[in-house]
Nanobody, 119 residues
Framework: QVQLVESGGGLVQAGGSLRLSCAPS????????VGWYRQVPGNQREWVAT???????NYEDSVKGRFTISRDNAKNTVYLQMNSLKREDAAVYYC?????????????WGQGTQVTVSS
């Protein structure tokens, strides 16, 4: 079964940067619209950013100007570049994508990647 895989999380000091990646585990599917979300334990999962198949982007207000969502269609991968990280950005980050294959299309979530921001 094809799954979404996130990577790139880790521990960073406040003010630092991380780049998250999201890609399907198999080469037989492509990703269309993709969203990044984050969740802190005890809180609801919240939307962070979206990129459409055509490259249109949208951001949650608190990350505008600091985060950049982008895609490399040749690599079938979507990225979330996070700069000027703040303590409040710490969370598990998930990507959600519309996957398309010859046998159908469906929405899929990745397993999440932890982002920890220290002061």
């Amino acid at each position: 079964q094809v799954q979404l895989v996130e990577s790139g999380g880790g521990l960073v000091q406040a003010g630092g940067s991380l780049r998250l990646s999201c890609a399907p585990s198999g080469s037989t599917v492509s990703i269309n619209n993709v969203g990044w979300y984050r969740q802190v334990p005890g809180n609801q999962r919240e939307w962070v950013a979206t990129i459409t198949t055509g490259g249109t982007t949208n951001y949650e207000d608190s990350v505008k100007g600091r985060f950049t969502i982008s895609r490399d269609n040749a690599k079938n991968t979507v990225y979330l570049q996070m700069n000027s990280l703040k303590r409040e950005d710490a969370a598990v980050y998930y990507c959600n994508a519309d996957l398309v294959a010859t046998w159908g299309r469906w929405s899929s979530w990745g397993q999440g990647t932890q982002v920890t921001v220290s002061s």
